[in-house]
């Protein structure tokens, strides 16, 4: 994880969008528009592993494939609220 100070855990994004929980997703949305929240960080370690969860468990049968389509819409939601990370460097380039 980056140096900056975050204020919401990555697992409760990572709940929501494995929940499909867009009440709450909402919410955790404009948590991450906080100075102190890396976007970047957000994503990759609360979105997408939430993401990654529900494909996991829809390929083992644990979960309908309906279920991993709403936790990709639920994280496209929460990046379309987070519009600063597009001011941040390019992921990959190790620049913030």
Do not use: W, Y
């Not at 890396?38 to 990759?44: K, L, M």
């Amino acid at each position: 994880m980056s140096d900056s100070v975050t204020t919401i855990h990555p697992k409760r994004l990572e709940d929501a969008v494995t929940g499909c929980d867009n009440d709450n997703i909402e919410k955790l949305a404009q948590e991450t528009l906080s100075p102190r929240v890396d976007p970047v960080d957000a994503i990759q370690m609360g979105l997408a592993k939430g993401v990654k969860e529900a494909d996991e468990r829809s390929g083992k049968g644990d979960a309908f494939v309906l279920e991993l389509v709403m936790s990709a819409k639920v994280m496209k939601r929460e990046v379309g609220v987070v519009p600063h990370i597009s001011q941040k460097a390019p992921l990959g380039t190790g620049e913030r």
